[in-house]
């Protein structure tokens, strides 16, 4: 079935022959679901911020702030941003030339108010010597349109999200990156006021992000009183996965094997090679402008506070249970703190001897945790909080997609529309163990979570394999909590006329 080319294509690709046999393994077992108790809830699982205990977790942030450890923000920032633009490359295709769908007559009506209309007007007046509103009064939108879309003009259409300009400011205006440089400077700034942030990018646009911020950062530290030190990855070559034809043989393109990008579950393999003791991580494109930032900071450090008092906590339980005289009420206690606060059971418990339960009870306390703000449901897409069954028959909680659950079964997708809350990818973690020694985070995968979608390519029907994502199946054996967080600190841009949302104008 395989060459010795293909193994050396393989072999270039630093993908092992044992990972190409499990993802065509893949491709004809597929994924098992994933078993569900039930939704989390206020009630069940989602803890609700009272007003003095978020005074009490914000001072337990700014009390660790004071201390020696590293905070790092990760902003997975690879995304082209072409899929913003659907709308207006479907219109430029388009046989009429008056705006006539709503998301066409949106964007014009309201050109003036996006925060690259003044870039958009100078490159109009540079390729067609007229203004947006000379054009428009001509009937030529589509000229304005392809003056921000195409590479001879902004080139919109083909940058990543994290260089578009997304906000007016009074006296600037601010791409979603600078936004990150903004808020990670309210809420990550250690004692020596440095802020340690690190972008995901793609390798065409790196050289792009670089100049970016080597043209930024001197302005913001200024204006910050901050001194920021800004790193960039790339998702690795060896974490594509092979793509296959409909017989789940692996599919190729003029002979050589098709691989494929392994999702955004893949840069736990980036996040692996960071050395921080709390990251951060939230997605380029949820940013607000200054006048809105407030409940972000407040909130982001909220969930920081959380997860320093859930680990410390972890730590002393940790340290107690390596003591060979732990006491029964001792033990009751922490077992109390993993079924109650990390949301850890175990319905065999019961049935365990004394060193089985303080084995199992290590297991649980000795590993990455991350505490996730969790916003009510209002129809957004992104994955939910739900109580699951892990392969080892414990109950945990879990941020799971539509895809590991089986909507085919009615009590499944029933549950699975009683959600009340969806995950905005707002995530704090800690990635250290008591020592303060770094988890080796791919240990923690559940490989059993990937996906398989259908795609084409040059005409052909493929099978593509997803690895596990990034806050799903490769998170799944960490310490999740899920904290409520306001609805405001969600504000994501999924199509150009977002931007013209009240929070980001």
Not at 96 to 113: C, D, M, R, V
Not at 150 to 178: E, I, M, V, W
Not at 265 to 294: C, Q, R
């Amino acid at each position: 079935m395989l060459t010795t080319t293909d193994f050396q294509q393989i072999n270039e690709k630093g993908i092992s022959e044992l990972q190409i046999t499990e993802q065509l393994h893949s491709f004809e077992t597929g994924f098992p679901y994933l078993k569900i108790i039930s939704p989390t809830s206020p009630e069940n699982g989602i803890v609700i911020v009272e007003h003095d205990k978020m005074i009490n977790l914000l001072d337990k942030w700014d009390n660790y702030l004071k201390g020696n450890a590293s905070i790092l923000k990760f902003v997975p920032a690879s995304g082209a941003a072409s899929r913003m633009f659907k709308d207006l490359f479907e219109y430029i295709g388009a046989e009429y030339n008056s705006p006539t769908k709503p998301a066409e007559l949106k964007f014009f009506e309201n050109i003036n108010k996006f925060a690259f209309n003044e870039a958009l007007n100078q490159t109009c007046i540079t390729n067609n010597g007229k203004t947006i509103d000379d054009l428009i009064s001509e009937g030529k939108n589509k000229n304005v349109v392809e003056n921000l879309l195409n590479s001879n003009g902004l080139n919109y259409g083909a940058l990543p999200k994290g260089l578009l300009l997304f906000h007016s400011c009074p006296d600037t205006k601010r791409t979603s990156l600078q936004e990150h440089l903004v808020e990670g400077a309210m809420y990550a700034s250690n004692t020596s006021n440095q802020v340690n942030i690190h972008f995901t990018v793609s390798t065409e646009h790196r050289l792009l992000f670089e100049k970016h911020v080597a043209e930024s950062v001197a302005e913001y530290e200024n204006m910050l009183g901050k001194k920021f030190n800004i790193t960039f990855s790339e998702q690795k070559p060896a974490t594509d996965t092979i793509a296959a034809d409909e017989n789940n043989q692996p599919f190729r393109e003029n002979g050589k094997l098709l691989f494929r990008p392994g999702g955004h579950g893949a840069l736990i393999e980036n996040l692996n090679d960071l050395n921080a003791d709390i990251i951060f991580v939230k997605n380029i494109d949820n940013v607000v402008p200054d006048s809105l930032k407030n409940q972000t900071i407040i909130y982001k450090k909220v969930i920081a506070g959380m997860l320093v008092h859930l680990q410390l906590k972890a730590f002393e339980y940790v340290r107690k249970l390596k003591n060979e005289n732990v006491s029964d009420s001792v033990l009751n206690e922490i077992i109390l703190f993993c079924e109650k606060e990390l949301n850890n059971n175990n319905p065999a418990l019961k049935d365990l001897t004394t060193e089985e339960v303080k084995a199992y009870l290590l297991s649980k306390l000795n590993r990455p945790i991350r505490v996730c703000g969790m916003v009510k449901n209002t129809g957004e897409p992104g994955g939910g909080p739900f109580l699951t069954v892990n392969q080892d028959g414990t109950i945990s909680t879990q941020i799971l997609e539509s895809s590991q659950i089986d909507i085919s079964k009615p009590e499944e997708k029933a549950k699975m529309l009683q959600s009340t809350h969806f995950n905005p990818v707002d995530l704090v973690c800690g990635v250290k163990n008591y020592k303060g020694e770094k988890f080796n985070l791919l240990n923690y995968v559940d490989k059993q979570t990937g996906f398989i979608s259908l795609k084409s390519k040059n005409g052909k029907e493929l099978k593509a394999l997803e690895l596990p994502g990034l806050w799903n199946g490769a998170m799944s054996d960490w310490n999740t909590v899920f904290v409520e967080v306001p609805i405001e600190t969600f504000n994501p841009v999924k199509t150009v006329n977002d931007l013209l949302r009240p929070e980001h104008q």
